[in-house]
């Protein structure tokens, strides 16, 4: 602790330098009931440590790693993550899960040879198989602090993070619109090794168009960025940040007109309909059904319109995620039946795909999974990657987040879409407190805007948990008991 | 235990055996005390099990580590049984030309796919001199073709156990396909050679200038021959080599890889079942091994009778009760004896009452005597009219009537002795829960 300027009050106030953790087998992290500050601190850290992720996942997104110029960068760089936190006494093992994950490491590494062996023509690549036990390695941990206050300091951190690349989304096409060409300025400043490839970075709104899909020149793709900026929608909104930035992420969704995000925020919105936050969503009626309105009048909305009823189109991208790759690999599954039951080696789904000459057909999970491994690892596979769904602090980004990586995105090998679900839900979980969704009163975005525009006062509305008031609340009581310190 | 014992031990430490209550009912007498005779409550002989409290995990896969062994054993076996021979696999790449639209050249590289792999190019292909012998039929099940996408190349790939062999074997695939196509304009030529030749050998008929008709005739028949013979040059030239096969990869995985594949799985399901099982039926084989299992206990030696003594004075407790584990008697007794003669030490006088059942043998004999009633809560709150002594040492055996008449309650001590190689960390955890209250100390001895 080091004591700083002192108060105008005359108070002396203290303030953590330095969180002093616990190491994880010596001993528990400080207990927020007895010891307030040790609670704060690790409140802090853990809250930093995620978002820090996130920041890193939105920044490394397209470096790869030089020995292996296929594998993303994040792929190393999330288990060092979890080690280190592990070792700062923030993280801890998670008893259900890693056995879960062992049970499909294993399984999984058995099962080849036995294709080997029975499966005709199997296509196996052990290079896939360490892939699929190294990005899911991570679900074998979670946070020692897993209070509701963490989850919701988090969360704002994600929501400022995704503010930060919605601007510079909007920057990106509004040099577009100022005439200035696309560069892809990344790729210009540094060699090629280092940045992953075969990526569509970026392409035209519609053909022959001068404006391309935002992707901020950092973007690995323009429906990465917008899952991004999809979740730190959700996540500004569920922590309260002030409604301008809620704007100006909504601004950057739409310059990446992309489903992704999208399809994150409508359906993590849907799920709160289900819950008592639903109250505060009404109350944005208003400003959505304006938006929506200006939107469908612009390029962005009409492409965004486009794609919500392309998915009859064979060739749309809904179609390609979604519909096709199920009717395309189902007969070059059943063929075999021992291919049913064993599978057809690891990576084999991502050849088949690749040499179908489909352009942009996806593999989503259960067709990896199920194809790849055979029903019986299959079923081990999915039962470790599901569970890492369940037991989040809230129920619509568990949601949303299982709908987006096991019917949209490619959610099994691709670190940049998976590592969301761990910072928002399977690091969480299980959960210590009732999910945020039953409690109105975490919403303070709502009561924020609210109250700037002389509609709510506070106090008016009583809530268990105010986190609009949290932070005054918590610099009187940190200054309560640091002045009784020396 | 001499060496500590004073010479007035009579006086100070009665190592002792109470006797039976009266059994004419409540007011029998021990001495001069009133000892009730009430039957000790009925329970079951076993103690109610703990609930489930895993061990940490590095510390059971690090005590079951022969289990990871055995199935990292038995997984590399099953790799080496089921693995197969090494394939290997060569790529040449045939090149489409003379096409441009987008749409064609898809149509060409997908037809061009499965001309490669059509049973006349294969037959073709193993007439070669580099691949002759090789059986069609062989072949055709080696050989697979892909148009890759948004290029003019198709990739022939041909696998085999040999990696040369599989390199001439695309080669001589890829000649095949691009001969075949050859040979296919070749006829188409003439086909139409031949069919201009029957039109020009057929004179005309009729009447008027029929020279000037003929020549007519022959002209307009000329440049036909002619825009056709481009157009099959064209479609002649519409295939050529690519780039031939000059080396090969790996395909699939060999024995050694499944092999490894094989023991890691093993090794790592040797873990999962390691987890499942848990510490409970495991025997405890060292006091490190016990501390890491179950952090949370309170362990110490035998040796270390002299520090629970200690313990036991600054407690304020009256009442020390050594409960013995199945196959610790002998040792719980002498832990008891060795604590009473340290307070003996220490000035206090002791009672110590062994009710530990010594015979071994039938499992019968090893049923409590009745001289638990002593561990009532009536007699330990009042030693010192009981038995005249400032202490109260009770050895006896963690059996469910001596545990029921001290569970839940903190106004005694209790010391758990269990035994290296013979009690399990259930067996430990039960007794535990049991006198949870009293804050136990578990002792292991060797």
């Known amino acids: 602790m080091t004591a700083v300027a002192a108060a105008p009050d005359g108070v002396s106030v203290v303030r953590p330098r330095r969180i002093t953790m616990v190491h994880p087998w010596r001993g528990p992290a400080p207990d927020p009931a007895v010891d307030p ?18 920041a890193a996942m939105v920044l490394l997104q397209r470096f790869s790693t030089v020995a292996l110029p296929d594998v993303s960068i994040l792929v190393l760089l999330v288990p060092a993550w979890v080690v280190w936190g592990l070792l700062r006494g923030l993280m801890q093992l998670e008893r259900n899960r890693l056995l879960l994950w062992l049970a499909a490491a294993g399984t999984s590494a058995i099962v080849v040879p036995l294709q080997q062996r029975f499966v005709t023509e199997p296509i196996i690549s052990v290079t896939a198989w360490a892939l699929l036990v190294a990005v899911w390695l991570p679900t074998v941990v979670t946070l020692k602090d897993r209070r509701r206050t963490t989850f919701v300091r988090m969360l704002r951190i994600i929501a400022r993070v995704a503010a930060v690349l919605a601007a510079g989304c909007l920057v990106f096409i509004g040099s577009a619109l100022a005439g200035v060409p696309y560069q892809d300025y990344l790729a210009e400043a540094l060699p090629s090794p280092l940045l992953l490839q075969d990526f569509v970075i970026t392409y035209p709104i519609v053909y022959g168009s001068n404006l391309y899909r935002a992707n901020a020149w950092i973007g690995l793709e323009p429906s990465f960025v917008s899952m991004q900026l999809g979740l730190g929608l959700v996540a500004a909104f569920m922590s309260g940040i002030r409604l301008r930035v809620l704007v100006l992420i909504i601004g950057g969704l739409v310059a990446a007109t992309a489903g992704s995000g999208l399809a994150i925020a409508a359906v993590a919105f849907v ?15 208003p400003v959505a059904i304006g938006g929506v309105i200006a939107l469908v009048a612009t390029p962005f909305g009409q492409s965004i319109l486009g794609r919500l009823t392309e998915a009859g189109d064979q060739q749309s991208s809904t179609s390609l995620r979604g519909i096709l790759p199920y009717s395309y690999m189902w007969p070059r599954w059943v063929s075999d ?17 690749l040499d179908s000459g489909i352009m942009g057909l996806l593999t989503p999970s259960p067709v990896k999974i199920f194809f790849e491994y055979g029903v019986i690892a299959g079923l081990v596979i999915a039962a470790c990657l599901l569970y890492a769904y369940v037991g989040g602090p809230s129920r619509a980004l568990s949601v949303t987040m299982l709908v987006s990586l096991w019917l949209l ?20 979980s299980p959960r210590i407190d009732p999910v945020l969704e039953s409690d109105q009163a975490t919403y303070a975005a709502a009561r924020g805007w609210l109250q700037r525009a002389a509609v709510w006062r506070p106090g008016q509305v009583v809530g268990t948990w105010r986190l609009g008031r949290r932070r005054r609340g918590l610099s009187s009581a940190a200054r309560t008991m640091r002045g009784s310190q020396p | 235990m001499s060496a500590m014992t004073p010479p007035d031990e009579d006086r100070a430490l009665r190592v002792q055996t109470v006797p039976k209550p009266d059994g004419s009912g409540p007011g029998g007498s021990t001495g001069s ?21 895993p061990a940490p995990v590095l510390a059971l896969l690090r005590a079951r580590w022969p289990w990871l062994v055995i199935a990292g054993l038995m997984g590399t076996l099953a790799g080496l049984l089921l693995g197969t021979t090494q394939i290997y696999q060569a790529t040449a790449t045939i090149r489409l030309s003379g096409v441009t639209d987008p749409l064609q050249v898809k149509q060409a590289g997908q037809t061009y796919e499965e001309i490669a792999q059509s049973p006349p190019v294969i037959e073709k292909a193993t007439t070669y001199n580099s691949i002759k012998g090789t059986a069609p039929e062989d072949l055709a099940t080696r050989v697979t073709a892909v148009w890759a996408l948004d290029t003019y190349l198709v990739d022939i790939t041909v696998k085999n156990s040999s990696g040369e062999r599989a390199v001439l074997e695309a080669n001589a695939v890829m000649t095949a396909v691009i001969d075949s196509a050859n040979a296919q304009a070749d006829r188409k030529n003439k086909e139409l050679k031949d069919a201009v030749i029957k039109v020009l050998a057929d004179k005309v008929q009729g009447s008027g200038d029929a020279t000037a008709v003929e020549q007519g005739r022959r002209d307009r028949l000329g440049f036909g021959l002619g825009d056709a013979q ?9 295939v050529t080599a690519g780039s031939q096969a000059a080396s090969y990869i790996a395909a699939g995985t060999s024995r050694p890889v499944a092999a490894g594949l094989g023991g890691i799985g093993g090794l790592i399901l040797g873990a999962v079942a390691a987890l499942l099982v848990g510490a409970g039926r495991r025997r405890i084989r060292t006091p490190n091994e016990l501390r890491a299992l179950a952090p949370e206990l309170t362990l110490r030696s035998t040796t270390q009778a002299g520090e629970v003594a200690g313990r036991l004075l600054e407690s304020g407790h009256s009442t020390l009760v050594v409960l013995s584990l199945p196959s610790t008697p002998s040792s719980a007794s002498r832990f008891a004896a060795a604590v009473a003669n340290h307070l003996r030490t220490h000035g206090s006088s002791v009672t110590l009452v062994n009710a530990i059942a010594l015979e071994s043998g039938d499992s019968s004999s090893m049923a409590l005597p009745d001289e638990v009633w002593v561990l009532r809560r009536d007699i330990r709150q009042d030693v010192k009219s009981y038995f005249s002594t400032d202490m109260l040492v009770v050895a006896c055996t963690a059996e469910p009537e001596a545990v029921g008449l001290i569970s839940g309650q903190s106004d005694l001590m209790a010391v758990i002795v269990a035994k290296e190689g013979r009690s399990s960390l259930q067996q430990v955890w039960d007794t535990v829960s049991a006198v949870e209250s009293a804050d136990p100390i578990v002792v292991l001895a060797p």
């Open chain 2, 33 to 53: 005390h009133p000892v009730p005779a009430e039957p000790l409550p009925a329970e079951s002989r076993r103690l109610p099990k703990a609930a489930a409290r």
């Open chain 1, 271 to 285: 799920v709160m309909l289900g819950y008592p936050v639903r109250n505060n969503l009404v109350r944005y009626l």
């Open chain 1, 337 to 353: 039946p021992l291919a049913v039951v064993l599978g057809r080696g690891p990576g084999s789904s991502q050849k088949i795909v």
């Open chain 2, 230 to 238: 481009l157009g099959q040059i064209v479609q002649a030239g519409a």
């Open chain 1, 37 to 54: 500050a040790g609670g704060l601190a690790l409140e802090q850290a853990t809250a930093r440590f995620v978002g820090a992720l996130f």
């Open chain 1, 409 to 428: 995105q490619p959610g099994t090998t691709t670190m940049i879409a998976v590592m969301p679900l761990f910072l928002t839900t399977t690091w969480w």
